[in-house]
C-alpha cells in the first residue's frame, strides 16, 4: 500500500467522525463530554498529524517549500491540536463548542488541501517504491501487519 493511499484512507475515518461530532454538537452534551470526545479526536489527529509530518511531508519537503506549502500544512497541524487542547481548557459548554466546531473546519481544509493537492503531487514527484516504502512504515507505526 502506498502512503498516500494510508492517509487517504485514515481521512475518511476522520471524516466520519467529523460528521458525527458535528451532529452531536446540537444535542445536549455537557461540557465533559465535549472534552472527552475532543480528547479521543485529538489522540487521533495527533498520531495522524505527525506521521504525515514525519513520512509524507519530510519526503516531499522540498516540493512543499518550493510551493510555499511546508509552512501551510505544519501551520494547520498545529492550529487544530491547538484548538482541540482549548477544548481542554474551555470553561463553558458554548466556548468548548465554539472550538470544536473550528477544528472541524480546520480538519475538512487540511484534508482537502492533502488530498486535492499533496497527495497527488507525490503521487507525482516521489517513485512508485518510495510511496509504498512509506506506505510500510507507516504500517509499521500503526501496528498494521504487511506481507
Known amino acids: 500500500m502506498k502512503i498516500t493511499e494510508a492517509l487517504t484512507a ?18 445536549h452534551q455537557t461540557l465533559g463530554e465535549l472534552k472527552a470526545v475532543s ?16 513520512l509524507l511531508f519530510a519526503a516531499l519537503e522540498h ?14 497541524h498545529d492550529a487544530i491540536l491547538d484548538s482541540l487542547s482549548r477544548i481542554q481548557t474551555a470553561r463553558t459548554r458554548a466556548e468548548a463548542q465554539r472550538h470544536l466546531h473550528r477544528v472541524i473546519q480546520l480538519a475538512r481544509h487540511e484534508f ?6 499533496i497527495f497527488p503531487m507525490a503521487e507525482g514527484v516521489l517513485r512508485a517504491e518510495t510511496l509504498t516504502k512509506l506506505g510500510k512504515a507507516w504500517a509499521r507505526q500503526r501496528g498494521v ?3
Open 10 to 27: 485514515e481521512h475518511a475515518v476522520f471524516f466520519a467522525q467529523l460528521d458525527q461530532l458535528e451532529k452531536m454538537m446540537g444535542a
Open 39 to 54: 480528547a479521543l479526536l485529538a489522540a487521533a489527529l495527533q498520531t495522524h498529524a505527525g506521521l504525515e509530518d514525519d
Open 63 to 76: 516540493c512543499l517549500d518550493q510551493m510555499g506549502k511546508l509552512e501551510t500544512v505544519h501551520h494547520d
Open 112 to 117: 482537502d488541501l492533502e488530498e486535492r493537492i
Open 145 to 147: 501487519i504487511v506481507r
